[in-house]
T-cell receptor, first 115, second 113 residues
Framework: DTEVTQTPKHLVMGMTNKKSLKCEQHMGHRAMYWYKQKAKKPPELMFVYSYEKLSINESVPSRFSPECPNSSLLNLHLHALQPEDSALYLC??????????????FGPGTRLTVL | DAKTTQPPSMDCAEGRAANLPCNHSTISGNEYVYWYRQIHSQGPQYIIHGLKNNETNEMASLIITEDRKSSTLILPHATLRDTAVYYCIVRLDSGGSNYKLTFGKGTLLTVNP
């Protein structure tokens, strides 16, 4: 299985809602990532998990809260988002967080719209 | 990570080779060149990477100049499904910010029938 899956595909939420994005991989990868991609822009890194521990937070606002319950799952909890947070949220995984031959495999993304 | 420069867009006829250039004149000795692509509304897809030598896999070939200041991704027989944004990324091979993929603006390759 060489796939990273993400649910839901699309999500519409209000600014007062709490929602979660889910990501799953079964490649035995020990690093997982969240990226944010605004329309017509390249993906930007948000968080890196290595061996289920948060290792990198790229100065992301606290209304985004990542969680890694086990080595196969990655969640992104959303609370009190703003309309400008509307974007494609991409999950990725790699064998490790650093080292050679460490290509990242991406999921299809969740298209989030904040009203 | 070293910056990369790519043309914003390119066209290619279906069945012909697509040659996508990338300049990375400030690349250092321990930085790899990676290529990813992103088909519209999908996640990025890893294509190939290399350090010094030319590389080939089932998707593409990567030609890196001897001074390593530029590279070319070659799709030997482009199909309509190869229409995508192609990102050239320079990345450390280990340590430091090796975890990070810094995407530039990429090249939008349009394959025409």
């Amino acid at each position: 299985d060489t796939e990273v899956t993400q649910t839901p595909k699309h999500l519409v939420m209000g600014m007062t809602n709490k929602k979660s994005l889910k990501c799953e991989q079964h490649m035995g990868h020990r690093a997982m990532y969240w990226y944010k991609q605004k329309a017509k822009k390249p993906p930007e890194l948000m968080f890196v998990y290595s061996y289920e521990k948060l290792s990198i937070n790229e100065s992301v606002p606290s209304r985004f809260s990542p969680e890694c319950p086990n080595s196969s799952l990655l969640n992104l909890h959303l609370h009190a988002l703003q309309p400008e947070d509307s974007a494609l949220y991409l999950c990725a995984s790699s064998r490790h967080a650093s080292g050679s031959y460490n290509e990242q495999f991406f999921g299809p993304g969740t298209r989030l719209t904040v009203l | 990570d070293a910056k990369t420069t790519q043309p914003p867009s390119m066209d290619c006829a279906e069945g012909r080779a697509a040659n996508l250039p990338c300049n990375h004149s400030t690349i250092s000795g321990n930085e790899y060149v990676y290529w990813y692509r992103q088909i519209h509304s999908q996640g990025p897809q890893y294509i190939i990477h290399g350090l010094k030598n030319n590389e080939t896999n089932e998707m593409a070939s990567l030609i890196i100049t001897e001074d390593r200041k530029s590279s070319t991704l070659i799709l030997p027989h482009a199909t309509l499904r190869d229409t995508a944004v192609y990102y050239c990324i320079v990345r450390l091979d280990s340590g430091g910010s090796n975890y990070k993929l810094t995407f530039g603006k990429g090249t939008l390759l349009t394959v025409n029938p």
